[in-house]
């Protein structure tokens, strides 16, 4: 038996780092700021890293270092790339039996440009990963004490629910990190499949649009994600850290003080991390944070999304967590208070 699988995309990364890459203020941008090159010319490349990437797989190695017995389950073409993903998986001690290879699309492909401060550009090209169908899952063989659901789309999105009420039937825990295409799902489908997991991983910006409430109201987020999700919550918040909801406490913490190389992957370790500490404690969710940061740190130390992965007792630097009662901020789920 598994201690965890985790479900994902599955990616090859391509980094270029080039001094030429510009900036440029226009409202036209979303982010009211572009990256620019020269038009028509050659622009030299300073530095080139190929490595796998996807939420999928980015989680599946940082439980693979923590020491886990973890497999990975998605979709890759039967292409070099998806050969790559599924050799490297395998260097990191991921199990790879789940993995579909797909004549019908290429490997996922991203290009992440760098070099402009500590921001960084993606070209994403979403492939095979997309195209896994529930028919495609091993589910006979699938024994596993735990689920991580990272990010899906496609037609991968539509396998969400089949998932967890897969877990729930075979009394697995269920944690799950949900993009964009889980959280544009009907809020009926969406709400049932939230009320099924143990933890619950949003950004600030995922959680404020799924509570309809602005960023800058914490508590009413958690409170209603409270009446949402019976597991614990977690927001994160970018350089500003994290807030994680028990139900009971509120617990708040901030991220080390150190140099960014590179946000690829920060996200998928932190949440990762948090459900490996969370394990490992034993349901303990300030150890489970401290583990979160430290793996997200180190991630942000190095180019790529799994170079600075923590290794299982490896030390990194552990922050202040602040931990505020239900009593005093009225989310209490124990009913007692």
């Not at 969370?278 to 130390?301: F, K, P, T």
Request: proline fraction near 2%.
């Amino acid at each position: 038996m598994y201690e965890i699988i985790t479900f994902g995309a599955a990616t090859k990364d391509i980094f270029l780092k080039a001094r030429e890459f510009q900036l440029l203020k226009n409202k036209k941008f979303t982010t009211g700021t572009g990256v620019c090159f020269n038009l028509g010319s050659k622009i030299d490349i300073k530095e080139i890293l190929f490595s796998s990437g996807g939420g999928g797989t980015n989680s599946a190695v940082t439980f693979a270092r923590q020491g886990f017995k973890v497999a990975y389950c998605g979709s890759v073409g039967d292409d070099l790339a998806g050969k790559e993903v599924i050799e490297e998986l395998n260097n990191f001690g991921v199990d790879t039996k789940f993995i579909i290879k797909s004549s019908a699309k290429p490997t996922n492909h991203s290009i992440v440009l760098t070099g402009v401060g500590n921001e960084r550009t993606i070209l994403v090209y979403r492939g095979a990963s997309e195209i896994l169908k529930k028919d495609d899952v091993l589910w006979d063989v699938m024994q596993t004490k735990w689920i991580y659901i990272a990010p899906l789309s496609g037609e991968l999105c539509h396998v969400f629910e089949d998932i967890i009420d897969y877990a729930v039937k075979n009394k697995i825990r269920v944690a799950l990190n949900p993009g964009a295409c889980q959280l544009a799902l009907p809020e009926k489908i969406l709400r049932r499949a939230l009320s099924k997991v143990d933890v619950l991983l949003l950004n600030q910006e995922e959680a404020s649009i799924l509570t309809k409430t602005p960023f800058s109201k914490e508590k009413e987020i958690f409170k209603k994600l409270d009446q949402v999700c019976p597991g614990i919550v977690i927001m994160t918040k970018g350089d500003k850290g994290a807030t994680i909801s028990d139900g009971r406490h509120l617990y708040r913490a901030g991220v080390s003080k150190g140099k960014i190389v590179d946000k690829t992957g920060a996200g998928d370790s932190f949440g990762s991390g948090f459900v490996a500490g969370y394990i490992q404690s034993d349901g303990n969710v300030e150890s489970a944070m401290q583990l979160a940061i430290g793996n997200a740190d180190s991630c942000l130390r190095h180019l790529g999304a799994k170079a600075g992965l923590l290794k299982k007792g490896e030390k990194f630097v552990k922050v202040k967590i602040t931990k505020e009662a239900c009593a005093q901020n009225g989310l209490c789920k124990c009913k007692v208070c």
